[in-house]
């Protein structure tokens, strides 16, 4: 765009990561509602604090709150809303965080472009796995219940396709396990991918 400049950061990644002692990473947490995303994401993010690590959390519900408050969710606005929180992703890791986003991101496209926008960033995709019976099952706020009563056109799983990722850096099956084994599961993953120590 004319008149707009990209600065560069006048503080290294290497500085970063030696004052960190961890690198930064992007964790971008997909699947259905009440997959358990937040709840992982908000219990790996406890975890990784405990530690000493420079982490957040990024969640939909949340995100929407604010920064994202004027979107709705036709299918132009929810491609934003990820677009958006792409960006914002980006941002933090480039503070030397890791980054874990909790979005249901349902398309393929969607979850390409975060990958585009934020690599060569640590960039992981976080399949958060469960049946979508499973889902329905725990359904805390009642989304499904009012997609299949007509209350909530194009809800994904119901009325719009939730695309399972076929090549996610990471898949949890989490339709009976604790949240702390999935929690093991992820500080395992970012200690293989030598993120953390």
């Known amino acids: 765009m004319p008149n707009l400049t990209q600065h560069s950061t006048s503080i290294s990644f290497a500085e970063r990561e030696n004052r960190n002692k961890h690198k930064s990473a992007v964790l971008w947490f997909t699947g259905l509602s009440a997959s358990g995303k937040s709840t ?56 030397g965080m890791i980054v874990l986003t909790s979005f249901i991101s349902p398309f393929e496209r969607n979850r390409e472009l975060a990958q585009t926008i934020i690599e060569p960033l640590n960039f992981f995709q976080v399949y958060i796995k469960v049946s979508l019976n499973i889902a329905e099952e725990r359904d805390p706020k009642g989304l499904y219940k009012m997609a299949h009563s007509g209350e909530i056109n194009d809800f994904t799983g119901v009325g719009s396709p939730f695309e399972e990722p076929e090549d996610a850096d990471l898949v949890i099956e989490n339709d009976a396990q604790s949240v702390e084994a999935g929690v093991d599961q992820i500080i395992s993953f970012l200690q293989e991918k030598g993120i953390i120590s």
Do not use: P
């Open 40 to 95: 992982l994401a908000m219990a790996t993010q406890r975890e990784l604090f405990n530690r000493g690590i420079q982490v957040t959390v990024l969640d939909g519900d949340n995100v929407r709150h604010g920064l994202n408050a004027g979107l709705g969710f036709s299918n132009e606005d929810r491609d934003e809303n990820l677009r958006r929180i792409a960006e914002v992703s980006r941002l933090f890791a480039e503070t």
